[in-house]
């Protein structure tokens, strides 16, 4: 399905290690989706993954999702960035436990490096936890002129399993 006129498709980043991370992505998931300017268009399977950055917390549940939105890309942010605070959302410590994560890793073709926001995802192709359920919903995608699928061949996936293979998890 390719976007309709004034939308385009954007790769989402979600996580969490806090709580009930499962049930905050699938909640922020549903919000994305009953909005009239963005919805859900693909999720991948959910992931368990071992901390990245700072290793001495709680393992992860991590997805990626594609959503076809109207917004442009800092709005879109900005609505991540407000749904995680509806959820509780903290930000104290780079790379630390938390409630849940929603990052924009792409926006249709547009690189962008601004204060507020960098497109693609700066460090989304060293993270085997983004490349591996991106490859579930986006194989081909380019990032940097290789596809996500050729990425995931490259990055530590050590420690990643699935725990849930059903892409209507979130459901």
């Known amino acids: 399905m390719s976007p309709e006129a004034g939308f385009q498709r ?8 806090l709580g009930e991370p ?3 992505m699938a909640q922020a998931l549903k919000a994305l989706d009953e909005r009239d300017d963005c919805r859900v268009v693909s999720v991948s399977r959910l992931y368990k993954t071992p901390p990245w ?6 393992d ?3 997805a990626c999702a594609l959503v076809e939105t109207c917004l ?5 942010l900005d609505l991540c960035l407000e749904i995680e605070r509806g959820m509780k959302r903290v930000r ?7 409630t849940i994560d929603l990052d924009v890793l792409t926006y249709g073709q547009i690189v962008l490096d601004s204060e507020r926001l960098t497109l693609p995802h700066p460090r989304m192709t060293e993270r ?6 991106l490859t579930d919903i986006a194989p081909d995608l380019k990032i940097g002129g290789k596809p996500v699928e050729g990425w995931l061949k ?5 420690g990643i399993e699935v725990a849930d293979a059903d892409p209507d998890w979130w459901r």
């Open 72 to 76: 442009d890309p800092v709005a879109l």
């Open 10 to 17: 954007a790769a989402l980043g979600l996580g969490g290690n």
């Open 53 to 58: 950055g700072k290793l001495d917390q709680a």
């Open 154 to 158: 490259d990055v530590d996936v050590t």
């Open 92 to 98: 104290t410590e780079r790379w630390g436990p938390r």
């Open 22 to 24: 499962r049930h905050l």
């Open 128 to 133: 085997g936890f983004v490349m591996m359920p």
């Open 60 to 62: 992860f549940f991590n």
